[in-house]
């Protein structure tokens, strides 16, 4: 029987795949819900490209964007700008960075902050 729960996304949930990027995660009722900061500088290509040894993303995601500018561009050479109050799903192949001096800050509903901690 499922229960009321809440819970909040603190610090000691967070983790750091890079200086520019953070990722802080709470799971309720086994679904896992990821609060993510790219700061100003951060690249997909420059920042995560070692860590996942892949020529590009290979992790679908889908997201609420809270603030900042974020450009993707996919493999096949689509490219899309996303801003404060866009929801978002970007497939697997591709790069993305933060574009101007605001932090990027959205909500992940794919659950993905195991795979990156690896």
């Known amino acids: 029987m499922a229960t009321l729960e809440k819970k909040k ?4 949930h967070e983790t750091k795949p890079s200086d520019k990027m953070k990722m802080e995660s709470a799971e309720l009722e086994g679904a896992t819900v990821v609060r993510m900061t790219w700061e100003p500088g951060w690249k997909w ?4 490209k070692p860590i996942a040894k892949t020529e590009s993303c290979q992790m679908s995601h889908i997201f609420y964007q809270i603030s900042g500018k ?12 996303f801003e404060a109050g866009d929801f978002v799903t970007i497939p697997p192949g591709h790069d993305g960075w933060v574009v101007g001096d605001e932090p990027v800050v959205a909500i992940s509903f794919d659950g993905k902050v195991e795979r990156v901690k690896k």
């Open 9 to 12: 996304l603190k610090s000691n």
């Open 45 to 48: 290509s420059v920042d995560l």
């Open 70 to 81: 974020m450009h993707v561009k996919m493999d096949n050479g689509d490219e899309m700008d």
